[in-house]
């Protein structure tokens, strides 16, 4: 997979407030997965997408493809402290899935 | 249940002294790889495998040896730890490379200390 960087490195937020990470890359992006890992957990897929311009939703959390294909977003909307957790984005190639360095969500009650 | 087993989950070793984490799947999965967690460098794949017999190299193979001679299991050996390789270490498996078989399941996850 192609190279993807990943912003914030960490962020904290009050309970309630929203949370956005995003994922960018220089390079055209066959698609892109969304995985969270909880503390002392491993990484469990949240979501794939494929098409430019792709909005999914599950539950409090909105995924997005940007249109050039070369950026994705995850935005959570009024956080909760189960939303704990390291979130990272992944490309896939042929033959490899290659990971950001993920955003580090901590959630204060 | 759909899983990857990896064993052990906790070590503590020293360094040269050979040892072996084994993976195992029961998703009939061709494709599985290995991973490794390090703070601020994220996941980053050691070796991986498309299907019994076939072996390559991710983006940080040196010090490690895998093999695949059953679908099922995929162990990762390193023959001479050093403390560099201090490390979690995650397996991880998908049905294949197409778009709808394309999602990994990792294992728990190995957390190795090489002293």
């Not at chain 1, 909307?77 to 190639?93: E, I, K, L, P, R």
Request: aromatic share 10%.
């Amino acid at each position: 997979g192609q190279q993807v960087m990943q912003i914030p490195q960490y962020q904290h937020v009050q309970e309630g407030e929203d949370f956005t990470t995003y994922c960018n890359s220089s390079t055209t992006l066959s698609n892109i997965q969304w995985y969270k890992q909880r503390p002392g957990g491993h990484p469990v897929f949240l979501i794939q997408l494929v098409k430019s311009g792709e909005v999914k939703k599950q539950k409090r959390l909105t995924f997005q493809f940007g249109e050039a294909k070369k950026n994705s977003s995850l935005h959570i909307t009024a956080t909760q402290t189960t939303d704990v957790g390291t979130y990272f984005c992944a490309s896939s190639g042929y033959s490899t899935l290659t990971f950001g360095k993920g955003t580090m969500l901590l959630v204060s009650p | 249940e759909a899983q990857v087993t990896q064993n052990p989950r906790y070590l503590i070793t020293v360094t040269g002294k050979k040892l072996t984490v084994t993976c195992s799947q029961n998703m009939n999965h061709e494709y599985m790889s290995w991973y490794r967690q390090d703070p601020g460098l994220g996941l980053r794949q050691i070796y991986y495998s498309m299907n019994v017999e076939v072996t390559d190299k991710g983006d940080v193979p040196e010090g490690y040896k895998v093999s695949r001679k059953e679908k099922r299991n995929f162990p990762l050996i390193l023959e001479s730890p050093s403390p560099n390789q201090t490390s979690l270490y995650f397996c991880a498996s998908k049905r294949g490379s197409s778009s709808g078989a394309n999602v990994l399941t990792f294992g728990a996850g190995s957390r190795l200390t090489v002293l």
